[in-house]
């Protein structure tokens, strides 16, 4: 490792100084796929940094461990699409981020290229990977912001194309029903208890409720309503999904006729953004709204695909969606994993906006490194004048 990339000044009474050769805090895992044919230009910013030492790490898709104080953080580098994507160099982990990683690890004083950030407002810039980010929030920052570039899970073509695949599996096996979106975290359960929760509350009539489910993607989240009869989880009133992928509507149209829903479940394309409401949208509003993921994807729409739009895509979401819940009581019930409660709630429930947190699921939450979170969030908002 060159030797400019030691700090000048070891501090030798820190628990991981002198400042370890960078390559030896990192392990990198190549994706198990074939190389696409593009990746010809991939290795392109080694000839621009032309040192000689390895000054970036990874490629797209590659994982990247991170060995930290706290333990192992695994990475995910980017799959840029394309030359404009690749120009940005978010696909590698570089050595400046290590190196900045180290320096806030521990608690310094700024003196000898280690800084403390307990208790700071941390912005990270052209996050890439997002490691001085995540690092800083482990190492008390009172809070942290990830510049990220938009990724591909904004775009249609992403979606087109994952879920011809999801289509393509479910052909050959017919009950592989595809990826059922923050499984892991038992997002579904939570939002079956909130609807519980509202049933007890009086807030809502298990047997009247009409459901709308944003983004729908294969359908899951409306068919596990219509689980189990018997079971305090079925809701049997009128469903629909949408969703902007023409492949997606196929796949859970296919599994609702397998399932043999009959009309109790329609699924309808419609882009939320671009479209007007079809001949599927109720006067008057759905009692409940679910997003489970949407709000993200949309969150994440590249700039060029976003120029058409009249606002921010998440100001355009919540103005599509508001006239969509039941104006006398109705609620949307939204799941993400890229927001914070707070930041769902200035983007959804603005005071001059028409919806308001009503109530959260809880998850349980991790502790790491003496810091504790929660991976997703679901909140259940109410329309305004619902509650008179
Ligand atoms: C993260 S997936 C979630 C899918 C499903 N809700 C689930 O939980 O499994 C996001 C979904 O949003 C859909 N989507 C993204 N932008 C959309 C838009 N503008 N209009 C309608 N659907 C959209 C995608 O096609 C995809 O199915």
Same mark, same amino acid.
């Given at each position: ?7 000048? $000044? ?83 982990? @570089?050595?400046?981020?290590?190196? +900045? ?10 003196? $000898? $290229? ?11 810039? *052209? ?50 029903? *595809? ?42 989240? &409306? ?46 394309? @419609?882009?939320? &953004? ?63 994993? $890229? ?5 769902? +709630?200035? @983007? ?20 790491? *490194? ?10 259940? &908002? ?7």
């Amino acid at each position: 490792m060159h030797d400019a990339l030691h700090p000048v $000044n070891p501090v030798v009474t820190l628990q991981r100084l002198p400042m370890p050769v960078l390559t030896d805090v990192i392990q990198i895992i190549p994706p198990d796929r074939d190389e696409d044919p593009e990746d010809i230009f991939a290795a392109a910013p080694g000839l621009i940094f032309t040192d000689d030492f390895q000054n970036l790490h990874g490629d797209k898709g590659y994982t990247i461990v991170y060995k930290s104080k706290w333990g192992p953080i695994e990475l995910k580098t980017a799959d840029p699409q394309a030359e404009g994507e690749r120009q940005l160099f978010s696909h590698y982990l @570089w050595n400046a981020s290590i190196s +900045l990683a180290e320096r806030i690890s521990y608690d310094g004083d700024g003196g $000898n $290229n280690t800084w403390s950030v307990k208790g700071e407002r941390v912005l990270e810039l *052209g996050a890439g990977v997002g490691l001085d980010g995540i690092v800083a929030s482990l190492a008390g920052a009172e809070m942290v912001g990830l510049l990220l570039d938009p990724s591909e899970l904004g775009t249609k073509e992403y979606w087109d194309d994952a879920y011809a695949r999801e289509l393509e599996n479910q052909e050959q096996d017919a009950d592989d029903e *595809g990826t059922v979106w923050f499984s892991e975290s038992g997002a579904e359960e939570a939002i079956l208890k909130q609807l519980e929760n509202l049933e007890d509350e009086g807030l809502l009539d298990r047997q009247t409720t009409r459901f709308l489910d944003l983004g729908t993607g294969n359908g899951h989240l &409306l068919f596990c309503l219509r689980e189990d009869e018997d079971e305090d989880t079925h809701w049997p009133g009128e469903a629909v999904g949408v969703d902007y992928s023409e492949p997606s509507i196929q796949l859970a149209r296919r599994i609702a006729s397998q399932k043999d829903l009959g009309d109790t479940a329609r699924f309808e394309l @419609w882009d939320l &953004l671009a479209e007007s409401p079809g001949t599927w949208s109720i006067p008057g509003g759905f009692e409940v709204v679910l997003d489970k993921g949407t709000f993200d994807a949309i969150s994440l729409m590249p700039q060029e695909s976003s120029q058409g739009l009249q606002a921010h895509p998440c100001e355009v979401y919540r103005k599509k969606v508001e006239p969509l819940i039941n104006a006398e009581k109705g609620f949307l019930i939204i799941t993400s994993c $890229n927001w914070t409660k707070d930041e769902v +709630l200035e @983007w959804l429930a603005p005071e001059t906006g028409e919806l308001e947190y009503y109530a959260e699921a809880k998850y349980p939450t991790f502790t790491f *490194g003496g810091q504790t979170g929660q991976s997703i969030v679901t909140l259940v &908002l109410r329309r305004k004048c619902a509650q008179a």
